[in-house]
């Protein structure tokens, strides 16, 4: 084997080495690179009330509803699956509305009912102009092929 | 006999690249103002981020070309280390800086999108955390590479670091489908096609073609400005 053979199959191995370890690490922190829990992943973690986390999906349509004084906003939060009361304070991003993507960070109280102390609009990987996301509406074709 | 070697090819390269650079320089004005003009005000707004969608006609091709930069060291790194070749230490040198700058912007414009649209400057998800660490990378090549007092030692360094960071790349493109993170999924280089309209598809290539010629112009402009510096300070050590 000549030496640039040589370097070359030791560059190749070390690589192939640390990519296997990078891996397992990776695999290993699954729980703590996600940056939210599904409803679903929060019914079979069984998070303690208290505990601060975050949990993210989609607002379910017609679940939001304002407190009268207006600062409070209740709404519900699905994966499709599972669905997770949330109650909020605050001001919410511009982004926020039924149908869309969320995440809220916060603690489940004894009822149940998560207490959002921060909420984050998550958007999603659909770019488009406003008249074609208005005849995709009336052609009754949004989000079908997504 | 070896500064013959490094002197050969590098030569060649020069050649090369005074030949290019003129044109290249001249296509790539021409195209960023076209660019500017499709991004800025010919393309429409979104339907959802309204105009804020702009902020992706720069921070998208960023992203791109500082991981393809990044891809480009990784390469270098493994030619000058495997073949020795004498161009490889020099463009890493001349192409880490480029790629940090890229990578800086990427940051700082998703830094400014995020305000309005999800309601923070910056989150630790999956995503910006490994793009921050891209940029860390690339910190630390400029800062090994200079950090011998003979060059070659710290172009091997540089190298070895290149190589090992090279396992962020995969991890930074598919940290959006292995975990859930608060950064949307890939828009174009998804299966079944880009989900982005072509009216904001089109200004968006546009861009990443324009952005893609200043980066491989600077770093030929810049591969040129070493070459002369390694020269000048080999000639000095002969003096």
Redesign the interface.
Known sequence: MTPKRKRLWLVVGSLAVLGFAATLVLTALNDNIVFFYSPTQMAEKKIPPDRRFRMGGLVEAGSVKKSADGQETRFRVTDTNKTVEVVYRGLLPDLFREGQGVVAEGSLGADGVFVAREVLAKHDENYMPPEVAKALKEAGRWKESK | MADLHFLANPARFRRLSQRLLPSLSFATVLMLAFGLYLALIQS??????GDT?RI?FVHVPSAWIAMGGYGLLAALG?SL???RHPLAALMARAAAPVGAGFCAVCLLTGSLWGR?????YW????RLTSMLLLFFLYLGHIALSRAYDEPERGDRAAAILA??G??NLP?IKFSVD?????H????VA?LGGP???T???VPLLWMAVTLLLLFVLLVLLRTDTEIDRRRLENAEQQA
């Open positions: 429409p707004p979104d339907y959802q981020q969608v992706m493994a280390l495997i073949w309005p649209m999800w309601g923070a989150v630790w998800d999956a190589l090992v090279v396992i991890i292995w975990w859930n993170t608060l949307q999924p890939a828009s998804r989900s982005i309209h009216s904001i598809l």
